[in-house]
């Protein structure tokens, strides 16, 4: 039982190219998230999808998309990376309640 | 403007002693605060959590606190072991809507 997994762990990019970060979860959870953490800043919601086949946005959509494919999996797309959007990623997974969330590991991205 | 704010980004405290982290919010609408944990190169994990219809939790060496009026939750880590020495958030959310997080504090613990 592996939980929320995230790949990569790491990127690099130049400024406006594209990418996207993967998310998958094997608990069965209807919800996932992905956020951003910055320093002193928490971590904030970039985008939520309450269940399959829904997705909405979260305090800083902007410059992202989302997929949810199927239950397991989520994935965040970078159209074109901009250096503000250096960050560490976050995805996470909840069964109803949005309160007791279970993270992955995170992606340490850099953009250039 | 934050709702969710931690004003301390870093505690230092000594093995055995109390450690005390502090998180204040502006929005009365939230009725559920959490604090999670979060150790370098990993992701956050839940700690603990309380209700608005209560004042404290209490879950072994760890109690939250929650002053409604003052609009202020804390974390007790009694005694603090070294172990403890992370990154903690506290977060809240308004009738299960998304949870905002504070800027979290960096939780060091002596030996």
């Known amino acids: 039982n592996a939980g929320v997994t995230q790949t990569p762990k790491f990127q690099v990019l130049k400024t406006g190219q594209s990418m996207t970060l993967q998310c998958a979860q094997d608990m069965n959870h209807n919800s996932m998230y992905w956020y951003r953490q910055d320093p002193g800043m928490g971590l904030r919601l970039i985008y939520y999808s309450a269940s399959e086949g829904t997705t909405d946005k979260g305090e800083v959509p902007n410059g992202y998309n989302v997929s949810r494919l199927n239950k397991r999996e989520f994935s965040l797309r970078l159209e074109s990376a901009a250096p503000s959007q250096t960050s560490v990623y976050f995805c996470?997974?909840?069964?109803?309640?949005?309160?007791?969330?279970?993270f992955g590991p995170g992606t340490r991205l850099l953009v250039l | 403007d934050q709702q969710v704010k931690q004003n301390s980004p870093s505690l230092s405290v000594q093995e055995g002693r109390i450690s005390i982290l502090n998180c204040d919010y502006t929005n009365s609408m939230f009725d559920y605060f959490l604090w999670y944990k979060k150790y370098p190169a990993e992701g956050p994990t839940f700690l603990i959590s309380?209700?608005?219809?209560?004042d404290k939790n209490e879950d072994g060496r760890f109690t939250v606190f929650l002053n409604k009026s003052a609009k202020h939750l804390s974390l007790h880590i009694v005694p603090s072991q070294p172990g403890d020495s992370a990154v903690y958030f506290c977060?809240?959310?308004?009738?299960?809507?998304?949870?905002?997080f504070g800027g979290g504090t960096r939780l060091m613990v002596k030996p």
């Open positions: 977060a809240a959310s308004a009738a299960g809507n998304m949870l905002t």
């Open positions: 309380i209700s608005s219809i209560k």
């Open positions: 996470a997974s909840s069964e109803v309640s949005v309160e007791t969330q279970y």
